[in-house]
Nanobody
Framework: QVQLVESGGGFVQPGESLRLNCVASGMILSMNDMAWYRQAPGKQRELVAAITSAGNTRYRDSVKGRFIIDMDNRKRTVYLRMNYLRPEDTAVYYC??????????????WGQGTQVTVSS
């Protein structure tokens, strides 16, 4: 009914930048809160950044000042701009979206994940 597709991951050196994209498709009436999570090997999935439909944002402390989350409702897309990447940012990054569909159901959806590797 709803699909989220992430892209933009890759292999970069410390200090470089990447932009992740997450495009939602399907029977979408409205996109509500959106977020990016990440999961490193052997660790739990953690919230990286979140944005509400009103544009309010929040970030985990370790990425504040380096990452920026943004959303384009018309394009059904949420972005994560990651600057000054560090080796500890290496993880699979997942998009999470709270979406209302045409049948007025509101629920969360996950993307398949995109790998980000930061290494010299």
């Amino acid at each position: 009914q709803v699909q989220l597709v992430e892209s933009g991951g890759g292999f970069v050196q410390p200090g470089e930048s990447l932009r992740l994209n997450c495009v939602a498709s399907g029977m979408i009436l409205s996109m509500n809160d959106m977020a990016w999570y990440r999961q490193a090997p052997g660790k739990q999935r953690e919230l990286v950044a979140a944005i509400t439909s009103a544009g309010n944002t929040r970030y985990r402390d370790s990425v504040k000042g380096r990452f920026i989350i943004d959303m384009d409702n018309r394009k059904r897309t949420v972005y994560l701009r990651m600057n000054y990447l560090r080796p500890e940012d290496t993880a699979v990054y997942y998009c999470n979206a709270n979406i209302t569909t045409f049948d007025w159901r509101r629920q969360g959806y996950w993307g398949q994940g995109t790998q980000v590797t930061v290494s010299s």
